[in-house]
């Protein structure tokens, strides 16, 4: 089975959806991520699929031009100061233009009141035919593969899932024989970054172990095989029919290649690590 790849937002982030979709689709990507659902970062460009028609409908067109399917939309948090009502639109519209995944995170280190945020997206967005990934994230509410796990069986939703990155499950100290215990139904799809070690734990230094673990995970990740994340493991320890979006951004390479040529990079050098190591 030839494996799928996608091109996730973060990788060529503010890129308008529509030149997204075009670059995904010169650059040999099997489908592409979007982020409708804003984070609202300082000079990020929010793209709201349903609140503009115009946008919808250009969306909507560039995907059956090029024949790209949409995988998932970004990002469905859990955070107390954020209404989690207000991601339904975003998923009727996503479910509209074919979409099959949401990704989500967890901000919060209130298990209670995290399981319950979380349990109401997963239904909200079953009612589309979505599935609800909630991502580890080792400075955030969710830490590690455990907790999603955990997380996961708490809920109860058969369309809840963790979404397995290859660069945070390995600064949160994953290791590939945890995942090859893992059962493959708490998998959906992965995404695929390398990168440098992460940071020493020591608890006096945590703010500052975030703050770089964040640097890095915004704007430097690197190609598969540039890094020391056990990726090879990794992919080869969940099942393989498990696409995976490629989320690899790395401001220093964008700027060198551009969008799209940061995005062709990044299939190329994932392929030729897969080939390499037979994934």
């Known amino acids: 089975m030839a494996r799928k790849f996608s091109l996730a937002y973060l990788t060529i982030p503010g890129t308008d959806p529509v030149e997204q979709i075009r670059i995904a689709r010169s650059c040999g990507y099997d489908s592409v991520s979007l982020r409708t659902i804003p984070m609202h970062l300082p000079g990020e460009p929010e793209f709201l699929l349903h609140q503009d028609a115009d946008l919808f409908r250009a969306v909507q067109e560039a995907l059956e031009e ?3 399917p949409l995988l998932d939309i970004e990002l469905a948090r859990v955070r107390p ?3 989690i009502e207000e991601y339904e639109p ?3 519209a996503a479910a509209r233009l074919g979409a099959t995944d949401v990704l989500g995170s967890v901000w919060t280190r209130d298990r209670s009141y995290y399981t319950q945020q979380v349990g109401r997206i997963a239904e909200m967005a079953g009612q589309y035919g979505l599935s609800y990934n909630v991502e580890p994230l080792p400075w955030a509410g969710v830490r590690n593969l455990q907790e999603g796990v955990t997380l996961v069986d708490a809920v109860g939703a058969d369309n809840l899932y963790v979404m397995v990155d290859t660069l945070h499950i390995g600064r949160a100290g994953v290791t590939a024989e945890e995942l ?3 059962d493959g ?3 959906h799809f992965i995404h695929l970054a390398d990168g440098p070690a992460g940071p020493d ?5 945590d703010n500052i172990r975030d703050e770089l673990m964040v640097h890095t995970a915004r704007e430097g990740r690197l190609y598969p095989g540039e890094g020391v994340m056990d990726i090879a493991g990794f992919i080869g320890a969940m099942p393989r029919e498990l696409p995976v979006s490629i989320e690899l951004p790395n401001l220093k390479r964008l700027e060198e290649l551009g969008a799209e040529g940061h995005a062709r990079r990044c299939l ?3 392929k030729a690590y897969f080939q390499r190591h037979s994934l």
């Open 66 to 68: 090029y024949g790209m």
């Open 81 to 83: 100061d954020l209404d």
């Open 90 to 92: 975003a998923f009727e």
């Open 180 to 182: 090859a215990r893992t």
């Open 185 to 187: 139904k708490y998998f």
């Open 201 to 205: 734990g020591d608890p006096v230094l």
């Open 268 to 270: 190329e050098t994932a």
